[in-house]
T-cell receptor, first 113, second 111 residues
Framework: DQQVKQNSPSLSVQEGRISILNCDYT??????FLWYKKYPAEGPTFLIS?????DKNEDGRFTVFLNKSAKHLSLHIVPSQPGDSAVYFC????????????FGKGTKLTVNP | DAGITQSPRHKVTETGTPVTLRCHQT?????MYWYRQDPGHGLRLIHY???????DKGEVSDGYSVSRSKTEDFLLTLESATSSQTSVYFC??????????FGPGTRLTVT
């Protein structure tokens, strides 16, 4: 039973355009959500997070939106750059982030010059 | 960035041999985790530790054991490696709430 789902294995966008990566979750106890970026042959690096008390969090070009009623979150990257090409993992946790992280399978983003 | 190193970075071993992977951190983080990453599966938790000598199983713990005798070191042992354990293994640390910090990974091939 997959509790965190990233239904798009891959996404391709043009440089300068918006990238939108989606994530759905099934466990209503999840209240803390994170996005990680992973380059080949490197470990995942933390990108941005959001608590369930918010519906939006921004950090530079990256914005995460949370729709609790739909159990859906999305990561927007504006504008997209070729260096953003990586695998993006969505993760969720309960108890305000103190529980173990549950990861989605990842979405490979390719930003074309 | 938490100072996390993993050793070895690459290893090829034969079926049936024991293998130990090491994770070392310099940030004095309380929690440590071992994940494996496989195509089509994302990151799956193998074992984790919430303190010295305190460990627990994750979702894919069969065939693996761990030990944590010091805050800075978390060892993952495959007692008898199988081909299904060919994977990339990541260690992560976490101080309290929120994000985990990942090491660079160990690519293990079991032939």
């Amino acid at each position: 039973d997959q509790q965190v789902k990233q239904n798009s294995p891959s996404l391709s966008v043009q440089e300068g355009r918006i990238s939108i990566l989606n994530c759905d979750y099934t466990n209503s106890m999840f209240d803390y959500f994170l996005w990680y970026k992973k380059y080949p042959a490197e470990g995942p690096t933390f990108l941005i997070s959001i608590s369930s008390i918010k519906d939006k969090n921004e950090d530079g070009r990256f914005t995460v939106f949370l729709n609790k009623s739909a159990k859906h979150l999305s990561l927007h990257i504006v504008p997209s750059q070729p260096g953003d090409s990586a695998v993006y993992f969505c993760a969720a946790s309960a108890q305000g982030g103190s529980e173990k992280l549950v990861f989605g399978k990842g979405t490979k983003l390719t930003v074309n010059p | 960035d938490a100072g996390i190193t993993q050793s070895p970075r690459h290893k090829v071993t034969e079926t049936g041999t024991p293998v130990t992977l090491r994770c070392h951190q310099t940030e004095n983080h309380r929690y440590m985790y071992w994940y494996r990453q496989d195509p089509g599966h994302g990151l799956r938790l193998i074992h984790y530790s919430y303190g010295v000598k305190d460990t627990d199983k994750g979702e894919v713990s069969d065939g693996y054991s761990v030990s944590r005798s010091k805050t800075e070191d978390f060892l993952l042992t495959l007692e008898s490696a199988t081909s299904s354990q060919t994977s990339v293994y990541f260690c992560a640390t976490q101080q309290g709430l929120g994000e985990q910090y990942f090491g660079p990974g160990t690519r293990l091939t079991v032939t």
